[in-house]
């Protein structure tokens, strides 16, 4: 069974009607004594052959022209190109790596864990959603550090989020540095109008109040709104008295302590609404993952698809395969007794059965 190529399709089927005449040409042929049509070396079709059938030259005539009329129908298969054309946003992530990022007031399956192993996969999650985006990262505890500047390598990005671990940088919560480091890694002339920034955000995570640092929160948060960069602010952590784990001195837990959560829910929300983001709070999994979820909802780049068809002709196969029938027709038509049939007037057709 052969198979049609996926888009196959005929540009000229209206061209198939011909392919009734040849049956009638054939018949008024053979009803005929006289010249039934003028062809070019057809008046010696109708000597004797170097093949026993003489019909033959006739058969490879017509499967020859029928092929020719096959060609002129235009075969062809459509292929689709979709060209993607769209913006992406510039994003930074800043991630608060203080000490109290170790406070495991997270579940998973019925199990413990700490803050940052709660939010880990959900910004790994986070950054393999958002496609076309340029994203990068900054962490912050007593300073600000960049982990990645922006970049479209997502996979790499995923490697760096591996690697986040508390200790990293000096102790503290320095919110305005993380923030201005980020806001610095999102200058980009060209994608500049006057003071503001186009097509970027900031999304900031932290679970404490801001006691290091040169720059305060809100003067951070000036800076983001003089550049029209919002700021999506993420509270993370359960609020009272939460387990934090002590260490031996070669890094095993010993056991836990009670602290009390220090989160600056009113700086976080006034962040936010500085720069047109939004603050979320996020006491579980299930809250951390609904934060994220409503930040690429908010964010989000609508594809513009552009659909070009392109046509690959298939035509001069069977056009091919068809003049070389006919030329083997009039080929195996020649009289070979005479050499070149000189015999019989070019161009003229008799009857030859």
Not at 39 to 55: E, M
Not at 61 to 85: M, S, T
């Amino acid at each position: 069974m052969i198979a049609v190529p996926e888009g196959f399709q005929f540009a000229y089927p209206h061209w198939f009607w011909v392919l009734l005449v040849l049956p009638l040409i054939a018949w008024l042929r053979g009803r005929r004594p006289s010249v039934a049509m003028a062809v070019p070396f057809a008046g010696f079709w109708h000597r004797p052959t170097i093949l026993p059938t003489r019909q033959l030259p006739l058969i490879f005539f017509y499967a020859g022209l029928a092929a020719v009329i096959f060609a002129l129908a235009r075969p062809q298969v459509l292929n689709d190109r979709r060209e993607i054309k769209r913006e992406g946003y510039d994003l930074m992530l800043a991630i608060d790596l203080s000490g109290s990022m170790l406070a495991e007031d997270y579940e998973r399956g019925n199990q413990r864990i700490n803050r940052l192993e709660a939010i880990r996969p959900v910004i790994s999650s986070f950054i393999r959603d958002r496609e076309g985006d340029r994203i990068g990262l900054v962490v912050f505890s007593g300073r600000a550090y960049t982990m990645s500047p922006l970049t479209f390598d997502h996979a790499w990005l995923e490697k760096q989020v591996d690697r986040l671990k508390v200790g990293l940088l000096e102790d503290g919560t320095a919110i305005g540095d993380g923030l201005a480091v980020a806001l610095s890694r999102l200058e980009q002339k060209q994608h500049t109008e006057g003071e503001r920034r186009k097509g970027a955000f900031v999304v900031l995570l932290t679970d404490g109040a801001s006691n290091r640092g040169i720059l305060p929160p809100l003067d951070a948060a000036t800076i983001a709104q003089s550049r029209g960069v919002p700021v999506y602010t993420i509270g993370a952590g359960r609020e009272g008295i939460v387990p934090m784990p002590v260490f031996d001195d070669e890094g095993r837990k010993v056991g836990y302590q009670r602290v009390r959560s220090d989160l600056d829910e009113d700086t976080l929300i006034k962040i936010a609404n500085m720069t047109s983001g939004q603050y979320f709070r996020a006491h579980d999994n299930r809250t951390v993952e609904a934060a994220f979820s409503a930040i690429d909802t908010a964010q989000k780049i609508e594809f513009q698809a552009s659909v070009t068809v392109e046509a690959e002709e298939l035509y001069p196969w069977p056009c091919t395969f068809g003049v070389a029938l006919i030329l083997l027709g009039a080929w195996l038509g020649l009289d070979r007794r005479h050499g070149t049939g000189a015999s019989a007037p070019a161009g003229s057709v008799r009857r030859a059965v």
